[in-house]
């Protein structure tokens, strides 16, 4: 039961390049997420999918897309990067329909845009 | 919208209690969460409280709630050097699409315990 795993865990780009983020989560949660961790601000999330089949915008959307694959995977997509997208990248899920809410974090992306 | 505070950075000695704070604006929250996060990996869920509680402990753990002014502490009994990391405050309400749970996450305190 390997949890929520993301790849890569490092990736450097250059202005302008696109990648795509992987996420895959093994415990049959309808709910994921992508937040991005910023020194000094916490967690906001980018993206999240409530349940397979649909996704919405979180707090800070712009520069980013998503795909719920299906029920196990979400990617984040940046079609064009900025510096500005700099960040650790973490994917949760949870099974959000059920008190206490609790999300399960991967390991995280380390992305620098040059 | 919602938002959650925190002290960026607390230092104590081994052996010591740490007490790290939290102050939220959200007055509809549900649950009030404290994840930890160790260097180089995701947060994990440390303890949570119902929001119409005052208390809980979870052995070296203590929650206090103050739903009048907004204010959650987490209290770590003993505190050692393996519980240096960054702890983040977080709360729930009902604020995304389908009724499903928005989590705020506050900008988290990093706690380094000194030998």
């Known amino acids: 039961n390997a949890g929520v795993t993301q790849t890569p865990k490092f990736q450097v780009l250059k202005t302008g390049q696109s990648m795509t983020l992987q996420c895959a989560q093994d415990?049959?949660?309808?709910?994921m997420y992508w937040y991005r961790q910023d020194p000094g601000m916490g967690l906001r999330l980018i993206y999240y999918?409530?349940?397979?089949?649909?996704?919405d915008k979180g707090e800070v959307p712009n520069g980013y897309n998503v795909s719920r694959l299906n029920k196990r995977e979400f990617s984040l997509r940046l079609e064009s990067a900025a510096p500005s997208q700099t960040s650790v990248y973490f994917c949760?899920?949870?099974?959000?329909?059920?008190?206490?809410?609790?999300?399960?974090f991967g390991p995280g992306t380390r992305l620098t845009v040059t | 919208g919602e938002d959650v505070e925190q002290s960026l950075f607390l230092s104590v000695r081994e052996g010591d209690s740490s007490v790290i704070n939290c102050t939220y604006t959200?007055?509809?929250?549900?649950?009030l969460y404290w994840y930890k996060q160790e260097p180089g990996a995701g947060l994990q869920l440390l303890t949570y409280?119902?929001?119409?509680?005052d208390m809980k402990q979870d052995q070296r753990l203590t929650v206090l709630l103050n739903k009048k002014d907004k204010h959650l502490s987490l209290r770590i009994a003993d505190t050692q050097t393996g519980d240096s990391a960054i702890y983040f405050c977080?709360?729930?309400?009902?604020?995304?699409?389908?009724?499903?749970?928005?989590?705020?996450f506050g900008t988290g305190t990093k706690l380094q315990v000194i030998p």
């Open positions: 977080a709360e729930s309400n009902l604020g995304l699409s389908g009724g499903y749970q928005k989590v705020t």
């Open positions: 959200d007055s509809s929250s549900t649950y």
């Open positions: 949760a899920s949870s099974e959000s329909r059920e008190t206490p809410y609790e999300q399960y």
């Open positions: 999918s409530a349940s397979e089949g649909t996704t």
């Open positions: 409280i119902f929001s119409n509680m």
């Open positions: 415990m049959n949660h309808n709910s």
